[in-house]
């Protein structure tokens, strides 16, 4: 990490503002953009210098090779003492959620099931539902983890039914921050071995745990020997636009996996793929200067909601970069929104009054399925100064509607 700056504060407002990408170009310029999960950061240098030399060489054609698994699995052996990736069961996918897709297609057919532990990330909804499957839920505890009661009786009712299943986990999970532990991961892979249900793990937050916390990878459990992961370097590289990602299948999933057709592979970009590998291999140093600015920003966004936004519950994330702030009692929830996940744009209860009133462009809780109704997500991995001044925006926001009320 020495001499590598805090990546968050390298770019201005103005810096922000010329970017095209969906962050910035969904809502007018006067409004901070804190929803979706792209960060405000510089390519990190090591990255740009691959890209670069690709596109002089005009590298750019189809993606070959495992370079990209054997990066990974370098990664996951010094940064999680994991030396189970086999680079001969991996295979390369678009991106992680389409991966995901080719994955629980692998396992399951029309009219299957699909488990998820919602509050979750929106895409799990429309991605499963769209290729017919059937989506059931076993939701977090109210403090935002697993609940392996839940998971144990939904699991026991699908296999009841006698058709496959899969669950769908978010490892570490979004929206909530929640990292797994070890002990959480072995007692979900004893259940889904009983039940006959196959596991998923979508691993693509792994790198950005913070202080505090450690990342397990589920395929390193003891017992999840039949599972698959999906990971990439999108997220803690913010490679979004560099579309690539790595089906890892565990030893006995590995005969599955010999399945997927070949063209899957196809989908992934040469240039993604350079650009993934080349964060495993040598972004390390930048990552962890990234890790570190987040936990900074991590404790400022807690200091900041307990000063200025006290009505507001705020369970500090375990990992990613997305708060999952609690605005129930602020009494703006939208109760006709629960239950029906929708696109990661559509807006309600208190995120639509920040947007209106503060300016402030925050994901709706109500997207992420049951329990997120009232509640908000807000990605701080930006600036301290933007997290500062996205804070005073709601806190005056919420001053004014006070103020405007009788009596007030």
Known sequence: MAGIANPLEELSLEDLRRRTSVKWRTYPEDVLPLWVAEMDVRLAEPIAAALVQAIEHGDTGYPSGRGLAEAYAGFAARRWGWAGVDPANTALAPDVMLGIVEVIRLLTSPGDTVVVSAPVYPPFYAFVEHDQRLI??????EAGRLD????????????????????????????????HSRAELEQLADLARRHGVRVVSDEIHSPLVLAGAAFTPYLSVAGAEDGFAVVAASKAWNLAGLKTGLIVAGPGAAADLRRLPEEVGHG????????H?????????????????????????????????????????EGTYLAWLDCRPLGLHDPAADGAPGIVTDLAGPARFFLDHARVALSSGHVFG?????????????SRAVVTEVVDRMARALEVREMSRPGG
């Open 370 to 382: 049951a329990g997120g109704g009232g509640h908000v997500r807000l990605n701080f991995a930006t």
């Open 268 to 275: 992934a970009s040469h240039l993604g793929v350079i650009a």
């Open 148 to 179: 392996h009661e839940a998971l144990d009786r939904v699991f026991g009712e699908v296999r009841a039914a006698g058709r496959p299943a899969v669950y769908l986990m978010s490892n570490p999970h979004n929206p909530t921050g929640t990292v």
């Open 277 to 317: 590998a080349t964060a495993f291999d040598e972004g390390e140093p930048w990552l962890d200067a990234l890790l570190a600015g987040l936990a900074d920003n991590r404790t400022l966004l807690r200091e900041l909601v307990g000063e200025r936004l006290p009505q507001i519950g705020l369970r500090p994330p």
């Open 136 to 141: 059931r839920h076993a939701p977090c505890t």
